[in-house]
């Protein structure tokens, strides 16, 4: 147990990532005395209530749950309740952002001007205006702004990444990235917010890739172009359904990353992903 003071987490969004990674972490750093209290929320009470209610917390984590916000069922989804919740809050404890991609950034100006440090699901933001405005608000604060690229944990990625620091591998100069998520998802909630107005497949899964070569090479991105390919949803609104991204680094390096929402959904696993990296 650390003798350290702990930190209270609010975690905003109650959808599959909480579901599958933040909160069963979060409970894990609770646990281990890192983490103090929890509270979650959602405009929703129905995705609250089933992070409440699971059964695999229960089992996995007994004795832990969070404090939810709204507490009751609501008629209506309330999606300004996540600022009074940071009201709330005394500063400089830890909100992790957990929304889709467009809502990021009015969160995370809302987080920082709470004083909170910030933990956000990938991407931080959609463009670099809003980027730059994220890391003033940050320094005046004296805040932490992380990105949650949980790709970077993969025991692979680790074990790739000591192996060309310490030069046993050489230099790298192309690889392939891949991440064909199941098409089942075109029939879920993200016809509500995965227009092409509003992001697409290279920006929501891509990023992780791009990321990843550059977490194990330590390179930097120098030029990035994409291509999509529209397609309808179930409810009418048009999306990006595929995307294809070419990354040239500093070093002069090419990497091309293949996103969809297209994975047969009877086929063995949940998608189709991976990455390659050839070096010289």
Known sequence: MSS???????????GMIVNDLLLPSIY???RTGI???????????????????????????????????????SATPDFSLYKKVLAQMPPHQLVVIALPDHLHHRVLIDALSCSQHVLCVKPLVLN??????????????????????HKRFDRRALVA?????????????????????????R??????????????PFVYVGCHYLDL???????RPS???VAGIKRKFPNGKIGYMWSDGRVRFENDALLSISNGLGYPDQAGGSNDQGLVMFFE
């Open 28 to 30: 894990h750093l609770q």
């Open 187 to 200: 029939h879920s909630n993200f016809q509500n917010w995965f227009t092409a107005e509003a992001t697409d």
């Open 128 to 149: 670099y205006a809003h980027g730059i405005e994220v890391e003033k608000l940050a320094f005046e604060k004296g805040c932490f702004v992380g990105i949650e690229y």
């Open 223 to 225: 030029e990035i172009s």
């Open 4 to 14: 350290k003071k702990s930190i209270d987490v609010l975690v905003i969004g109650g």
């Open 161 to 185: 990444r000591k192996h060309y620091r310490q030069g046993e591998l050489g230099e790298f100069i192309f690889g392939e990235g891949k991440l064909i998520e199941p098409y089942y998802y």
């Open 35 to 73: 983490v103090g209290n929890i509270s979650l929320c959602d405009a929703r009470w129905e995705s609250v209530n089933a992070l409440l209610r699971s059964e695999e917390f229960a089992s996995a984590f007994p004795g832990q749950t969070f404090t939810p916000y709204p507490s009751a069922p």
């Open 213 to 219: 070569v550059s977490f194990i090479t330590g390179l």
